[in-house]
């Protein structure tokens, strides 16, 4: 996506009422994960519900180029991907550009590192360029893995030469379910088993679907924060039915809970219990949400989400929270305007390196429209119980911030204009065309 091209400012209307059943987009983490582990795996792999959106087709691309055969990616289509084995990708003959896609770049570190004899460069757009990269190379060191960069490592673009990995015990710097992915993936094709240590529990999308791929992966130690892996075993090509993404839903969830007299219900929403953080604090704020049609499909709980209006209470939102809840914290930061009370989140410095500093975006998106925030170190106070008046609005090009400021617009007392509304693509291409078609 261009954003060096003229910003589109769309007009957003206040008030109204959000009725009906809407179903999101496929997770975005999932997508990725299916259409690499796919590329790597022997035969073929037949992905349903992948996300047709920025980030995925980035991953898509940067793929391909290295030889992994994948049919086009659309919305309503399923995805054919002809793996080319462990060992099996092509060096390519340009940079591959991962775009806006943090996981896509540091997937692909892992991915790469122990392809021995291989050069590889990965860069993307001025917002990736600008994310830390040294949490996953610093690790990928520890098993031998060359990779250089801006900055000891640390930025885009990150130069890869592969070579023969051995394994290694690992703790990982931060809860990132991106970093203990690079290093799982590196571990496929290491000498020798590897034992990541994570600080807290992060999302577990990667260690479900390697085991369901048929890597031989083993978690265990405190509430699942040791994963080990011992090579050997060739990964087999599946069949992947992509859920819909729960931080895609989270935005329905506040809207459907604050606009008066709405009644929504959103559709075959993953509810793995490592991402499923913003049900239990919209618990804590005593939402009408409702659970139904709950079932398991390929290793991923799965269900239908009934969200009615009615008042919310405050919430806190501590560090181990996080992990489980890191993408949602910008619409639960509109939610807490609202809530008559304080709301604090802490604990949560990551959101200063995600596709923008999101505390401090949100943090002065908000305060143009009267909010009481104050900005932390590591999080936001936010006084709510106050009307919000409508304001002219950026996305300043993050997709979550675009889609929580469009549900704040609603909840104004006045209309509202957001430039970079576009931006929403990239993880939820349909956004706008849902709002207007449940929003009455």
């Known amino acids: 996506m261009d954003f060096n091209k003229a910003p589109s400012k769309k007009e957003l209307k206040s008030g109204g009422v959000l009725i009906g059943k809407v179903q999101v987009p496929g997770d975005k983490s999932i997508s990725h994960r299916a259409l690499m582990f796919g590329a790597i795996a022997d035969g073929v792999t037949t992905v349903e519900g992948l996300l047709p959106a920025e980030d995925p087709l980035c991953t898509a691309n940067c793929l391909r180029a290295m030889g992994a055969k994948i049919s086009s990616i659309s919305h309503g289509k399923s995805v054919e ?4 084995g462990l060992d099996g990708l092509k060096e390519p003959e340009e940079i591959l550009d991962c775009g806006n896609s943090g996981t896509t770049m540091r997937l692909l570190m892992g991915m790469l590192v122990g392809q021995k004899d291989r050069h590889f460069v990965l860069t993307g757009d001025n917002s990736l360029r600008h994310r830390p990269m040294e949490r996953v190379s610093r690790p990928l060191s520890i098993m031998g893995g060359k990779v250089t960069g801006r900055s000891n490592g640390n ?3 990150i130069a890869i030469h592969g070579c023969q990995l051995h394994g290694a015990v690992i703790g990982t710097p931060v809860a990132s379910a991106q970093v203990k992915s690079a290093l799982l993936l ?6 020798g088993p590897t034992t990541v240590i994570e600080p ?3 999302r577990d999308h990667s260690e479900r679907m390697l085991r369901a791929f048929g890597a031989n992966l083993q978690v265990g130690g405190e509430i699942g924060r040791h994963i080990i892996v011992r090579p050997g075993a060739r990964l087999k090509g599946q069949k992947v039915v992509v859920p819909g993404d729960i931080s895609s839903a989270a935005f329905w969830l506040v809207a459907g809970s604050l606009l008066p007299n709405s009644d929504l219900t959103i559709e075959n929403v993953g509810l793995n219990p490592t991402r499923t953080g913003i049900l239990e604090i919209m618990q804590q704020m005593d939402a009408r949400i409702e659970v139904l049609a709950q079932k398991e499909i390929a290793g991923e709980p799965v269900g239908d989400l009934r969200v009615r209006s009615g008042a919310l209470k405050p919430f806190s939102i501590n560090e181990e929270m996080i992990p489980r809840l890191v993408d949602e914290v910008p619409i639960l930061t509109v939610a807490a305007c609202f809530c008559d009370g304080e709301s604090k989140i802490s604990g949560a410095s990551e959101l200063r390196v995600k596709e923008t500093d999101r505390l401090a975006v949100m943090t002065r998106q908000l305060k143009k429209m009267g909010a009481d925030i104050e900005e932390h170190t590591d999080g936001l106070l ?3 119980g106050q009307p919000l008046k409508g304001a002219s609005l950026d996305s300043e090009t993050d997709h979550r911030v675009a ?3 469009a549900i704040a617009a609603l909840l104004a007392e006045t209309d509202s204009t957001l430039l970079k509304s576009e931006a929403a693509a990239i993880s939820y291409p349909n956004f706008w065309n849902d709002l207007a078609y449940l929003h009455n």
């Open 81 to 84: 991907i002809t793996g080319v």
């Open 155 to 157: 930025f885009a673009p």
């Open 186 to 191: 590196a571990a496929l094709t290491a000498e």
């Open 200 to 202: 807290a529990h992060s």
């Open 382 to 384: 936010i006084h709510g």
């Open 403 to 405: 889609m929580s400021l």
